[in-house]
C-alpha cells in the first residue's frame, strides 16, 4: 500500500472516531434530540468500519492481506450503516414536517431527485472499473441508501421554512451531508482506479467532514428546539 494512502487513512480514522466520540458525548446527554444522536450514530458507524478497515491492513497476515483489503470486507458496512443512520433521520425525523405532500412541494419533490445523479454517476464509474464483478456489486448495494438519503438532503436544503423555523436550522447540516456523500463518492471512484494521491486527500477530507457534520447536526438541532 502507498505509505502516504495509508497514512491518510490512519489520520481519517482517528477524525472519524473523534468525531464519533464527540457527537455521542454530546448528543446523548438527558433531553438530548433524537435527531442529533441518530447523525453522531452514524459518523460513529462509519468511524467503526475505518477501524476495522485499518486494523485489518494492520493485522492481516501478507498472504491474505490483497484478497481481504481488495475485495469484501466488514468495514464496508460502516458506509452502509452510515447511510442508513442518515436516511432515517432525514425521512423519519425532517420530511414529515417539511413536506404536506401538496401540489405546492411537487417541484421540491422533483429536484430532489437530480442529488441521486452523482450516485448513479459513481456506481457506473466503478462497475466501468478493472476491480472484480462481485465487488462491483457490492459498491453497487452499499450506495443504494447514499442514493435515498441523498434525495432527501437535498429536498431539504431547499424546501421553503415551516412553522417554528425547523428546515431552516438543518439546512448547513444537508449541505454538508451532501458534500461527505460526495467525497465518499469520490473517494470510492478514486480508490477502484487506484489513484492513490487523490484518495488519500479524499479520506482525510472526509474526517474532516465527520466533525462538521455532528456539530451542525446538534447546534440545528438545538436551534430548533430553542
Not at 49 to 64: D, H, S, V
Not at 159 to 174: E, T
Not at 198 to 221: E, N
Request: hydrophobic share 55%; net charge positive; charged share 15%.
Amino acid at each position: 500500500m502507498d505509505k502516504f494512502e495509508f497514512i491518510s487513512q490512519i489520520v481519517s480514522t482517528l477524525l472519524l472516531a473523534a468525531s464519533a466520540i464527540y457527537g455521542i458525548a454530546v448528543s446523548f446527554k438527558k433531553k438530548s434530540i433524537l435527531f442529533a444522536q441518530i447523525i453522531a450514530s452514524g459518523v460513529a458507524c462509519l468511524a467503526l468500519g475505518n477501524i476495522f478497515t485499518l486494523m485489518l491492513r494492520i493485522t492481516a497476515p501478507e498472504e491474505i492481506k490483497n484478497s481481504l483489503t481488495n475485495g469484501f470486507n466488514i468495514g464496508m458496512l460502516g458506509v452502509f450503516g452510515f447511510f442508513i443512520f442518515i436516511f432515517s433521520a432525514a425521512f423519519g425525523q425532517i420530511d414529515g414536517l417539511g413536506d404536506d405532500r401538496s401540489k405546492a412541494m411537487r417541484k421540491y419533490r422533483i429536484i430532489g431527485i437530480l442529488a441521486v445523479v452523482p450516485v448513479i454517476a459513481s456506481v457506473v464509474l466503478i462497475v466501468l472499473s478493472p476491480i472484480g464483478d462481485t465487488l462491483k456489486i457490492v459498491y453497487a448495494i452499499l450506495y443504494l441508501p447514499a442514493a435515498l438519503a441523498s434525495y432527501y438532503n437535498l429536498k431539504h436544503l431547499i424546501l421553503p421554512d415551516v412553522d417554528l423555523g425547523i428546515i431552516a436550522c438543518i439546512r448547513k447540516y444537508n449541505l454538508f451531508m451532501l458534500i461527505t456523500t460526495g467525497i465518499i463518492l469520490l473517494s470510492t471512484v478514486l480508490k477502484v482506479y487506484q489513484l492513490t494521491a487523490l484518495y488519500g486527500i479524499s479520506v482525510i477530507l472526509l474526517g474532516i467532514m465527520g466533525f462538521l457534520l455532528v456539530i451542525s447536526a446538534k447546534r440545528g438541532a438545538e436551534r430548533w428546539f430553542s
